[in-house]
């Protein structure tokens, strides 16, 4: 009996040792996280690292990620696809006792990073911007308008920018979430302001700035989107083109406006212009004429273009041929074979035939004709009156030569259309095949 009394004995302290061995184990639930690629944008895989002490069964929330729960001491990654802040818990246990941890673990949205820029009204200076800010993902914004007023906002939506002043700008856009940021950037361009200017120039038949008149009006302005055109006493061909024309009738001094807009402003200037009577007369001072071997100076004179024409010339725009009035013939330097031709004979006298040429009546010595007109006739014309009653068709010497001996000597001459004139040579000079004489010339512009 006393053996059986000592084995019960130490049967009870064993049980009451391992009862205590147990009552000691230290139970703790710990873990941490690691995202991989430090990447917090979404989708993001995490990594569960378990370092619980004493546990022998666990239980997992992975709350919004996938998957979602698990009870394996050591979980596969997990993986979310949204944006958000998560729950992610761990309870273990042992036996009956109990431990758990939580973190939270925040994530953000992938950064899409876009806006619109949109220039209100037009470009020109001063300009208002309108930003659309099409980003998302972002928790924070910083843009910068270069040369804009404000120049820098941290608004997701900024108020709108004002440019004053024409050039180039870029308009920067950073956002971005504690993950990471994107940049921007777009460059604007700003025209400059509407500046007015314009030009009012007489046809190429009126430079001689007599009524009536057809005067070309050109606009310099810049940025200007419309034109208006006012000319009181003429009548515009049309008022609101960029560039027109308008005609008087009679002499006078006239205003010439143009009003320029581009939905800004508007702006208006005024030019005048004064037209004189018209004498119906064209003039002509020192014209040089070359003898037939001159190739410094033409021969051929054209009311219609105001000037001298070479050979070459004609050759080349044949159309220049049926204005020709009248040709110099000088056969030689010294002057002694001379004649002024009509332009349908002029292949007769050593130049090509003329194209399309017109028969003109030349009357190349009034000692030999009816005509009275002097030199003095010729220098006191300030109208074409005194040609109008010469009959100069019925005293054609076109045919007659002449030797160039005394200086001023007198031409008249009267085209096919009507129209008569008067050249009056003031002066020779011999200086071999390219000898020439200068003289005046008078013509009417129209026949009256």
């Not at 005609?247 to 009003?259: K, R, T, V």
């Not at 009056?424 to 071999?432: H, L, R, V």
Request: aromatic share 12%; glycine share 6%; net charge negative.
């Amino acid at each position: 009996m006393k053996n059986f009394g000592l084995v019960f004995f130490v049967l009870i302290l064993a049980f009451l040792s391992a009862c205590y061995k147990e009552e000691v184990v230290n139970l703790k639930a710990d873990f941490d996280l690691t995202v991989v690629d430090n990447d917090y944008t979404v989708p993001v895989e995490v990594f569960i690292g378990n370092n619980s002490l004493g546990a022998d069964r666990y239980e997992w929330t992975f709350e919004g990620g996938i998957p979602e729960t698990s009870t394996q001491k050591q979980p596969e990654n997990v993986w979310y696809r949204n944006a958000g802040t998560y729950r992610i818990e761990l309870k273990c246990w042992y036996q009956e006792r109990y431990d758990s941890k939580e973190i939270t673990l925040t994530l953000d949205s992938a950064i899409t990073i876009a806006f619109d820029a949109e220039i209100l009204k037009n470009a020109f200076a001063p300009v208002s911007l309108q930003i659309s800010n099409r980003s998302s993902g972002a928790s924070f914004y910083r843009w910068t308008f270069e040369g804009g007023i404000p120049e820098t906002s941290e608004d997701k939506y900024p108020p709108l920018v004002v440019y004053d002043n024409p050039g180039e700008y870029t308009v920067r856009l950073i956002a971005g979430n504690e993950s990471e940021a994107k940049e921007i950037v777009k460059n604007i361009w700003v025209l400059p302001r509407m500046e007015i200017d314009f030009t009012a120039t007489l046809s190429f038949e009126d430079e001689d700035k007599e009524a009536p008149a057809h005067v070309f009006l050109e606009s310099l302005a810049t940025g200007a989107l419309r034109y208006k055109w006012k000319a009181e006493g003429g009548v515009i061909e049309n008022d609101t083109a960029r560039n027109t024309s308008v005609y008087f009738q009679h002499p006078g001094i006239f205003a010439i406006m143009l009003e320029t807009d581009n939905d800004k402003e508007i702006k208006q200037m005024e030019k005048t212009i004064e037209l004189l009577p018209n004498t119906n007369l064209l003039s002509l001072e020192n014209v040089r004429l070359g003898i037939n071997s001159a190739k410094l100076d033409g021969m051929f004179f054209s009311g219609y273009l105001k000037k001298i024409l070479k050979e070459e010339e004609i050759e080349d725009d044949e159309t220049l041929g049926e204005q020709v009035d009248w040709v110099f013939f000088g056969l030689n330097s010294r002057f002694s074979y001379c004649r002024f031709l009509s332009p349908d004979s002029a292949n007769l006298f050593t130049f090509r035939q003329i194209p399309h040429a017109k028969k003109t009546y030349i009357c190349n010595d009034l000692k030999k004709s009816t005509l009275q007109f002097s030199v003095a006739d010729f220098e006191a014309m300030k109208n074409d009156v005194p040609l109008r009653s010469l009959d100069i068709r019925s005293n054609d010497t076109g045919k007659l030569f002449f030797e160039l001996s005394e200086l001023p000597r007198l031409i008249l001459f009267e085209t096919e259309d009507g129209r008569k004139g008067a050249v009056k040579i003031n002066k020779k000079t011999e200086n071999g095949t390219d000898s020439y004489i200068e003289a005046d010339i008078k013509v009417q512009k129209e026949k009256m």
